[in-house]
């Protein structure tokens, strides 16, 4: 309750231009924000700039932000948005990236196992659709409810609920084949 | 003649003109004939030959292509020229392939003023990708019913759902193509033609043919599909 | 492999993966915050008027004036942007954002471009060969329209700007190339929606 009321002062601060109350914002739903665009983008570098942009946007337009509504979905839909032009513009401009796992050079030798099916599970999710991507990490990464997925990404609750099905499904048999190429 | 005599011959009578009427419906074969005549082609036979089989084929896009024709005639470029461009049409109506996205493409690219060397590039892409990717259905157990005829399978699909799956499925793949994209990306090609079957899910495509397609093909039919389209 | 160790599985490697690129948004709030400063002067007017309504500790009479500017300046800008606002009311066309819906699903689709030294602008797509439809720009601010109707499907298409192709409508669910060149996709839904 407290901690509600908090963000909701943090917010009207905001909107007063109280920069150090933004920041304070920030410091709360940048892991949130930043774990969603990699989910979605599957690189560092793009999930780094769309978090950036997703809270430069939401600063922006916090006049249009309904402070009845949960700020979280707000936000979040805002990143959304970001990822799906960004990577629309990526499959018209494509640029020689490293593959996801590639990045960070784990060295393969100290690979614990652990560590090494991560990669593994990593490598299967990148090679998901977005349509089936996209719901998952929101429902797994950012634990949000059917509904607010469907908000953030302005798709019907049930075809959320297919997808998120599908998208299962679909993973296990990656993830099955990157174990076992043959 | 007795009065039920005079029946029966009534109702054989209207029966044979009903089942006469959906000929006279379409657009008679002359006006094709004439359309080809105006560019003109050196081939009339061969393509009306091909067009006849193409009106006896359900869903078969008549009127666009005659307009195409007509649209080709009006374009200013040497007639051999714009004759290679509606032979390759003609070829897939002959291979019994669904001709509607080739020849949007062809009025796309006149729009475009594409030349017609490049115009027939891209026409014969896409049809390889239309042949490509039935056959790649079929080899995953995905058909098509004999037009008239009904299928209690669940993978046997009414011919108009089926020839639907290939266009969309062929369009993402040529679209991808040509916007650079890798045929050895497999994965990236899958998510291009998964992308654009999930958007028409529910709009123009059944559910489950699509949920069908999607759990029988993998990335590597795709990459095979579109190496031999691009080779 | 169960249904739970699956969606343990992708929990726990989403979360690894953003938590070994934590570095990368350490100073987030910073360099977020540069920026808005950065941006600050464009949006200063806005805080010399909040700053002006705020309340202040100051004497009553201080009060007073600073209530009486503020109404003044209310006032001023009140009258300067409702003749303002009258004067687009009658001008502008109305753009409704609810498209018109049939019953088999057709739909009246709004096509929009700004374009502002055009003579001619059209749309040409799958929906009509790729010839032109012609937009129009009655009220001459620049913006020019045509409402289309459209049966449930996929729409490709791009505008034509005296005779220029232009292939990239930012109002476009998606973007493809063909034959080189840039055009705009639209999917119209069942039930009257954009999909």
């Known amino acids: 309750m407290y901690r509600a009321q908090d963000e909701v002062s943090l917010l009207r601060a905001s909107l007063q231009g109280d920069t150090a109350a933004w920041g304070e914002i920030i410091g709360r739903y940048k892991d949130a924000v930043f774990g969603l665009c990699l989910g979605f983008m599957r690189n560092r570098a793009d999930a780094e700039d769309l978090s950036h942009d997703a809270f430069i946007r939401a600063y922006v337009n916090l006049r249009k932000y309904n402070l009845e509504r949960k700020f979280s979905t707000w936000l979040f839909t805002i990143a959304a948005n970001l990822c799906r032009n960004k990577l629309r513009y990526r499959r018209n401009h494509p640029t020689g990236e490293m593959p996801f796992h590639l990045q960070g050079g784990t060295d393969p030798a100290k690979v614990i196992q652990k560590e090494d099916q991560h990669a593994l599970v990593q490598q299967a999710i990148t090679k998901l659709p977005y349509s089936y991507r996209a719901p998952l990490v929101l429902r797994f990464y950012n634990d949000l409810s059917y509904r607010e997925i469907s908000e953030v990404l302005s798709i019907p609750e049930g075809t959320i609920k297919t997808r998120i099905h599908r998208g299962k499904i679909m993973l296990k048999a990656l993830i099955e084949k990157e174990r076992d190429p043959t | ?231 | ?195």
């Not at chain 2, 008549?62 to 195409?68: M, P, Q, V």
């Not at chain 2, 009025?107 to 475009?112: D, H, I, S, V």
């Not at chain 3, 059209?122 to 937009?135: C, D, H």
């Open chain 3, 1 to 195: 492999m169960t249904t739970d160790r699956l969606e343990d599985l992708l929990r726990s490697t989403l979360r690894a993966e953003a938590k070994a690129a934590e570095d990368r948004i350490a100073d987030l709030e910073e360099r977020v915050l540069l920026e808005i400063e950065e941006r600050r002067p464009r949006l200063l007017w806005h805080e010399w008027l909040r700053q002006l309504l705020a309340p202040t500790a100051s004497s009553r009479f201080g009060q007073l004036v600073v209530v009486g500017a503020t109404a003044a300046i209310f006032l001023f800008v009140g009258i300067g942007i409702s003749s303002n606002l009258l004067r687009h009311d009658d001008a502008a066309p109305k753009l409704s954002l609810q498209p018109v819906r049939f019953a088999d699903g057709t739909q009246e689709v709004l096509f929009v471009l700004p374009a502002l030294n055009a003579e001619n602008v059209a749309v040409v797509g799958n929906f009509n060969s790729w010839e032109e439809t012609a937009l129009s720009d009655q009220d001459g601010d620049g913006i020019w329209t045509a409402s289309i109707p459209l049966p449930p499907g996929r729409y490709e298409y791009a505008f034509l700007i005296d005779g220029r192709w232009w292939g990239q409508d930012p109002q476009a669910d998606d973007w493809v190339q063909s034959f080189g060149q840039f055009s705009s996709v639209r999917y119209i839904g069942r039930g009257g929606e954009d999909v």
């Open chain 2, 1 to 231: 003649m007795t009065p039920r005599k005079h029946c029966v011959l009534v109702m054989m009578a209207s029966l044979i003109v009903t089942m006469a009427l959906p000929s006279t419906a379409q657009i008679p074969l002359h006006e094709f004939e004439q359309a080809l005549h105006s560019i003109p082609v050196a081939q009339v036979d061969s393509m009306l030959g091909a067009i006849e089989l193409g009106l006896n084929q359900p869903d078969f896009p008549a009127e666009s292509l005659l307009r195409l024709i007509d649209r080709m005639a009006r374009r200013p470029a040497p007639a051999i020229e714009r004759e290679a461009v509606l032979v390759v049409i003609t070829q897939a109506i002959e291979e019994g392939l669904p001709i509607e996205g080739m020849v949007d493409k062809a009025f796309e690219g006149l729009a475009r003023n594409v030349p017609m060397a490049q115009l027939e590039d891209g026409l014969r892409q896409l049809r390889t990708l239309l042949a490509e990717v039935r056959d790649l259905l079929y080899a995953r157990g995905v058909f098509s019913a004999a037009p008239g005829t009904q299928s209690a399978v669940a993978n046997v699909l009414p011919n108009t759902r089926f020839n639907l799956l290939v266009v969309h499925i062929s369009e993402a793949i040529d679209d991808y193509l040509s916007g650079g994209g890798s045929p050895f990306e497999g994965h990236l090609l899958y998510q291009e033609v998964h992308e654009r079957l999930v958007q028409l899910e529910g709009v123009i495509l059944d559910s489950e043919d699509v949920a069908l397609v999607l759990e029988r093909i993998d990335p590597s039919d795709l990459t095979q599909v579109a190496l031999t389209a691009v080779s």
